[in-house]
């Protein structure tokens, strides 16, 4: 597992440092990136390790999610989403047979791409990601104390499959960056043509 970890934190480390312009996007996803790499062994035999990683992913979604202003009601659909999150946690830590089945790698794609749509910005997106793991790992983990299950949630995997997103929403708007470039480059040309003649 730690070979996957810090194989996924490097890879969203060199996209970030190497492709992202210049911003304080691209400073603050370095700094949650180094953090979850420095921190992966501190603590690394208690419950304190998992809520150190989760409470990162949480401040660092805070700070992306509040970065541009919003409505009063899109600010409840991250918590309200981190509780179906956390349903689904829980009912695969009952039916764990359901993380071999290639629907789940699929649920990601989905939930990435329905995503996409609906945030304004990469910031938004990104952080209304890292909140809805983050908080609904944390729920999961005071559920399943409260109900006195011993310690199953293991916030490594919850990163991996956060980077994991991440690496899609990159792909994503790089792709709708792309597309966006290519069609002004297009309308210049365009224009261009018609000063000529």
Not at 147 to 166: R, W
């Amino acid at each position: 597992m730690e070979a996957q970890y810090y194989w996924y934190c490097w890879f969203v480390f060199i996209i970030v440092y190497f492709l992202f312009p210049p911003s304080h996007l691209q400073k603050g996803l370095s700094v949650f990136v180094l953090l979850l790499m420095s921190s992966y062994g501190l603590f690394q035999n208690t419950g304190f390790h998992d809520i150190l990683l989760l409470g990162i992913v949480v401040i660092f979604g805070l700070i992306f999610w509040i970065n541009e202003q919003k409505s009063l009601v899109t600010h409840f659909w991250p918590f309200i989403l981190c509780l179906g999150y956390a349903a689904c946690q829980m009912f695969l830590f009952i039916h764990p047979i359901w993380h071999q089945f290639p629907g789940f790698e699929l649920s990601l794609v989905l939930f990435i791409l329905v995503l996409h749509w609906f945030s304004g910005s990469f910031s938004s997106a990104v952080g209304f990601w890292m909140l809805v793991n983050g908080l609904g790992s944390l729920v999961t983990i005071v559920v399943l104390e409260e109900v006195e299950v011993e310690q199953v949630i293991i916030a490594e995997n919850i990163i991996v499959f956060l980077l994991k997103g991440m690496v899609l929403l990159f792909i994503l708007f790089g792709m709708a960056r792309l597309k966006r470039s290519v069609r002004r480059s297009r309308n210049q040309s365009r224009k261009k043509g018609a000063a000529h003649a």
